[in-house]
């Protein structure tokens, strides 16, 4: 939560329509995703968009090295074939949410925006983490 938030920021200050354009190109492209690979690889295009649109090549070298590690995907990442409708649409939404602020320019909210994505993610991720050693037959 230390980088996403301030990145998400510094986009809605320098985005340019043209990385409006691409973060939505990559939103509906998200959306209209058949399988979770696909799915996870998209969602990850539009979080690299917005890291784009900060205009600074620091930034983006930084996210490409640590963007499988930095931004939590609550879909794809459980061995599913086929991400879940509501998972779907929760990510999308939370992605639309992020680059909708920084589209309009409102610093607060694409930093907002991220904050409520991350909670959102981790909250995926501990249930999932709870349920597989709840399900693991050394659990006691």
């Known amino acids: ?4 938030p301030p990145i998400a920021r510094l986009a809605a200050e320098r985005a ?3 990385d409006n354009a691409r973060m939505r190109a990559h939103l509906r492209a ?3 995703s058949a399988d979770a690979a696909s799915f996870d690889h998209h969602c990850e295009m539009v979080r ?4 784009r649109a900060t205009h600074n090549s620091i930034l983006l070298r930084l996210h490409d090295a640590l963007g ?3 931004w939590l995907s609550p879909v794809g990442s459980n061995g599913d074939d086929a991400p879940k409708p509501e998972d779907i649409a929760a990510v999308c939404r939370r992605l639309c949410e992020i680059a909708e602020a920084v589209a309009r320019g409102d610093a607060n909210a694409a930093e907002a925006a991220v904050r409520t994505s991350i909670d959102h993610a981790e909250r995926i991720a501990a249930a999932r983490t709870d349920a597989a050693e709840a399900a693991s037959p050394t659990a006691a």
């Open 1 to 4: 939560e230390l980088i996403e």
């Open 16 to 18: 340019t329509a043209t």
């Open 30 to 32: 998200a959306q209209q």
């Open 48 to 51: 690299r968009s917005i890291v």
């Open 68 to 70: 499988p590690i930095q």
